[in-house]
């Protein structure tokens, strides 16, 4: 559309496989980059304007680098003009860009289509301006422009996992230290993702509610343990002892990240023994804390992780993502994967009218430029 060459580039979406709500307690997860990418074709223009066009929504939008007076909004130009300001912001003196976009990854369906419009946009900005940043600089670059200008206090894992993603592997993220390891997936099992078909909508007020709660129960306990920066420096024996003095839902939401991080070690353990069972175990508990502690499920992932329990060869199930609807993610035996997808489609259907997307995860590489 804008007759110039360009340069092509890339991010992907992803699944958490566990570790849900503990990103912004700083605590671990285990994220795999998915298949599914957000595509951005990009060409340097002479003056400071991003100009940005939505393939998906046939949109456009654009920005002066020069005078940056970027409101808060709740609009998909929130995440690419966000991104350039925050560039700009962090001292990344970017030129202007034509930008086309175009997005494979589901959106509101907590595969983290953000996250990955962010980073190929901001990754493509870089490019296009001869600039470069760390892979973990521009994950915090696009958390910032997230947070500040889409409204969404989000965390840090889906903007490192877009950027830091390998193929073939889980990536074990501390998300204090931002410091990951590489985990190779399963050889004889494979996670499958499900779609609700049910949108969240994570700027909406309950998830910031959540990271609200936990704010509260940090500063709450840290009067008692000058040493707690977040919930991620609590032992459950910890909560358990100060009980009394947290309101009663601050003390169920301070058990589920607790006990979501003590998860996430045990998951890492049964990934590098190759142990789906005990995986699977640790993704059904999961589960029931997002569900009765955290209170982010709904109906619809409820049956999806319901009729999963009841299917042959199926480890484990839970939800995945913010919550609130998306998708379910379920661990199956290779051999019964098949089977599993028009088994989970059927019996959702029949009790839904709903027809969910499924998808097998093949772990994918973050960020890149896609020559051809
Ligand atoms: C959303 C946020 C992440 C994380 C998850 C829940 O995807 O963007 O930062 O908090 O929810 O684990």
């Known amino acids: 559309m804008y007759a110039q060459e360009a340069r092509i580039f890339r991010a992907p979406g992803r699944v958490n496989l566990i570790g849900e709500h503990t990103d912004y307690n700083e605590g671990f997860v285990i994220p795999v980059a998915m298949d599914l990418y957000t595509w951005v074709a990009a060409a340097p223009r002479t003056d400071a304007l991003v100009h940005v066009y939505s393939q998906n929504l046939r949109e456009r939008a654009e920005m002066d680098l020069q005078h940056l007076n970027l409101q ?13 300001a925050s560039l700009r912001m962090s001292g990344a003196e970017i030129g202007g860009a034509n930008l086309l976009v175009e997005g494979k990854v589901p959106m509101g369906a907590g595969l983290s289509s953000s996250a990955s419009l962010e980073v190929a946009a901001g990754y493509a900005l870089l490019e296009t301006s001869g600039l470069s940043r760390s892979p ?7 958390q910032h422009a997230e947070n500040e200008f889409a409204g969404a206090r989000c965390g840090i894992m889906d903007q490192m996992i877009a950027c830091c993603g390998r193929a073939n592997y889980a990536l074990l993220l501390d998300c204090r230290t931002l410091e990951f390891q590489l985990l190779p997936l399963f050889s004889d099992a494979r996670f499958v993702v499900c779609n609700s078909m049910v949108k969240h909508d994570h700027a909406a007020g309950e998830y910031n509610a959540r990271r609200a709660d936990c704010e509260v129960a940090t500063r709450i306990l840290a009067e008692q343990m000058p040493g707690v920066r977040a919930l991620r420096d609590v032992s459950l024996a910890d909560l358990e002892r100060y009980a009394q003095l947290l309101p009663e839902v601050v003390y169920r939401r301070s058990r589920h990240v607790i006990s979501e991080n003590a998860r996430v070690q045990a998951a890492r353990e049964a990934l590098e023994r190759g142990d789906p069972v005990s995986f699977g175990r640790l993704m059904r508990e999961s589960h029931r804390s997002l569900k009765e502690d955290y209170e982010v499920s709904c109906t619809e992932l409820d049956l999806l992780v319901e009729i999963a329990g009841g299917i042959a060869g199926v480890y484990g199930s839970r939800m995945t993502g913010g919550g609130f609807g998306g998708c379910t993610i379920s661990l199956v035996r290779s051999g019964a994967a098949e089977e599993f997808q028009s088994a989970i489609a059927h019996g959702y259907q029949q009790a839904t009218d709903r027809s969910p997307d499924i998808y097998m995860v093949r772990a994918s590489d973050g960020i890149r430029e896609f020559l051809v």
Do not use: F, P, T
């Not at 609009?75 to 690419?80: F, K, N, T």
């Not at 973990?136 to 696009?142: N, R, S």
């Open 136 to 142: 973990v600089e521009l994950a915090k670059i696009c």
């Open 72 to 84: 808060l909004q709740r609009h998909w130009s929130a995440y690419v003009l966000g991104v350039a």
